[in-house]
């Protein structure tokens, strides 16, 4: 049974660092491409960073470049988002999203484009 589950989230003040972890069990980490979503109330779901299955291409939102990093370590089916200098309007859910299917450039930040989610964590970021 394919499960997601992510972890690593809280309350943090503006300019602080979280890692969020993504456990990935039933399948193989390493054939999927991994995304990180994220949902602010009243806000639709939005792509934050995401991975091919090599780890060979990465994508981010212009709205965390430079501030996150998303990587995977398939042996041990993790993928992880290191978030750093956060400010308040990265307040949201986060979700870590998997799928097998190849993905283009311009699809690969796209919600609908992703088959398998995790329950998401929340993070805070307030002072």
């Known amino acids: 049974q394919l499960q997601l589950v992510e972890s690593g989230g809280g309350l943090v003040q503006p300019g602080g660092s979280l890692r969020l972890s993504c456990a990935a069990s039933g399948f193989p980490l390493d054939y999927y491409s991994i995304g990180w979503f994220r949902q602010a109330p009243g806000k639709e779901r939005e792509g934050v960073s995401c991975?091919?299955?090599?780890?060979?291409?990465?994508n981010y939102a212009d709205s965390v470049k430079g501030r996150f990093t998303i990587s995977k370590d398939n042996a041990k089916g993790m993928v992880y988002l290191q978030m750093n200098s956060l400010k308040p309007e990265d307040t949201a859910v986060y979700y870590c999203?998997?799928?097998?299917?190849?993905?283009?450039?311009?699809?690969?930040?796209?919600?609908?484009?992703?088959?398998?989610w995790g329950h998401g964590t929340q993070v805070t970021v307030s002072s």
């Open positions: 991975s091919t299955s090599t780890g060979g291409s990465i």
């Open positions: 999203a998997a799928t097998p299917d190849p993905l283009t450039v311009d699809q690969r930040m796209s919600v609908r484009r992703y088959d398998y």
